[in-house]
Antibody
Framework: QVQLVQSGAEVKKPGASVKVSCKASGHTFNDYYIHWVRQAPGQGLEWVGWIRPKNGGTFYAQNFQGRVTMTRDASISTDYMELWGLRSDDTAVYYC?????????????WGQGTLVTVSS | ETVMTQSPATLSVSPGERVTLSCRASQSVSRNLAWYQQKSGQAPRLLIYIASTRATGVPARFSGSGSGTDFTLTISSLQSEDFAVYYCKQYHTWPLTFGGGTKVEIK
């Protein structure tokens, strides 16, 4: 079955960077977009951006442009999201999610989430 | 940016009741709207896309309707496993945006 398995929780200091991974299995890696969505504690969902299959093109929400990079390594079926210049309000659970089976903007499978805590 | 507003913020209901959740967009999103369910401590789960198409494996008691700016998610007879937070998401314009969520809790 389709699985997206994310890397473990991280604790970072303000100004540092974090890189979260998302390993896919159970589907053809290059057939699907990967979206990243975050959720601050007790808050709603916020879309961060996506990475396209095959050519690895990216599109980021304006709120994150200049601070985020999404990459992928097809040889190990893994996507990455790196966020730098961390601030306390970046503390959140970061989810990767698959899209593209029907509509490239609709996410039908999600990772378990990675908690990133930013604290001095 | 298209702002999505959900109402009510919290809904207290009893099992077996019919539930209607609302989602309004600040501008037309056509039918480019999805609904997700999120249980406590879990990742979101896709329920509905294209405003009214159920995702694979979603029970028939979940239905979506609407177009343009006003959308509804209906649960025909609430089951115990349906207590959760429900989010709408528009994918008509960039960036993709979510509503603030409606929490369905036990009355």
């Amino acid at each position: 079955q389709v699985q997206l398995v994310q890397s473990g929780a991280e604790v970072k200091k303000p100004g540092a960077s974090v890189k979260v991974s998302c390993k896919a299995s159970g589907h053809t890696f290059n057939d699907y977009y990967i979206h990243w969505v975050r959720q601050a504690p007790g808050q709603g969902l916020e879309w961060v951006g996506w990475i396209r299959p095959k050519n690895g093109g990216t599109f980021y929400a304006q709120n994150f442009q200049g601070r985020v990079t999404m990459t992928r390594d097809a040889s190990i079926s893994t996507d990455y999201m790196e966020l730098w210049g961390l601030r306390s309000d970046d503390t959140a659970v970061y989810y990767c999610a698959r899209a593209g089976g029907v509509i490239i903007e609709v996410c039908d499978h999600w990772g378990q989430g990675t908690l990133v805590t930013v604290s001095s | 940016e298209t702002v999505m507003t959900q109402s009510p913020a919290t809904l207290s209901v009893s099992p077996g009741e019919r539930v209607t959740l609302s989602c309004r967009a600040s501008q037309s999103v056509s039918r480019n709207l999805a609904w997700y369910q999120q249980k406590s401590g879990q990742a979101p789960r896709l329920l509905i896309y294209i405003a009214s198409t159920r995702a694979t494996g979603v029970p028939a008691r979940f239905s979506g309707s609407g177009s343009g700016t006003d959308f509804t998610l209906t649960i025909s007879s609430l089951q115990s496993e349906d207590f959760a937070v429900y989010y709408c998401k528009q994918y008509h314009t960039w960036p993709l945006t979510f509503g603030g969520g409606t929490k369905v809790e036990i009355k």
